[in-house]
């Protein structure tokens, strides 16, 4: 069974963390005698980590859900510059690495979008590539996504990265029409021959976890766990 599984996008804005808390608490109510942990890698400012604390009871220190953590709001290496520090992967590898051997699933959140840099030469889907981490990728309902899961999912294949799949998310209120135009699934699966495991629905309570749960089961779990 999908032991890690890395949630990335194709930029800052596509939801990534509504989907990672979304498996979350499906993982909590559906495998409750089972194991499983979070991280996001890297932190720039105040965000995701906590968030996690604060909705999920995880047993895991500040330092185990973030490795690295950086004061100023920015790209990992310009805001380790101004704290006079090295973005340093190998400590951020090792906190991964003992997380996975002591859990049976754990979510991995990506900062930013595939092409977000995470020190001065490698970007999240170099990272993502090299650590050999399955991955999907949330591409936002709007405007322009079948364009930016094409290039997303090039720069994937680029990276030899084991893209399981895409899932589409509504970052704002969409009728079933604008989906279904911005977002064609069939099409977007076309061009791509990347499977699409469905669409999160606009969601105004993020903290609700049964219902997050309920989205999350609505997905392509067979498919996503191949």
Known sequence: MLNTLLITG?????????????????????????SWGIMKPIQSGIGDREWYQKLFALEQSAEEITPLY???????????ARENRQVDLAVVWQALSKLRSQRDFVLVEALGGLGSPVTEELTVADL?????????LVV??????????????????????????????????????EIADWTPQQLIQSLTNTPVLGCLPY??????????????SDLD???LTL
Do not use: H, M
């Open 10 to 34: 194709t930029d800052t804005e596509a939801g990534k963390t509504v989907l990672t808390t979304a498996l979350a608490a499906y993982w909590q109510k559906y495998y409750p005698q089972r």
């Open 70 to 80: 950086f004061q100023a709001p920015l790209a990992p290496p310009i805001a380790a």
């Open 128 to 136: 993502a590539g090299e650590w050999r981490l399955p991955t999907v």
């Open 140 to 177: 936002p309902v709007r405007l322009g996504a079948i364009a930016q899961a094409v290039a997303n999912v090039a720069l994937a294949r680029q990276s030899r990265i084991n893209l399981k799949g895409i899932v589409l998310n509504c970052v704002q209120r969409r009728t079933d029409a």
């Open 203 to 216: 969601l105004d309570n993020l903290t609700d976890l049964d219902k997050l749960a309920q989205v999350a």
């Open 221 to 223: 779990w067979e498919t």
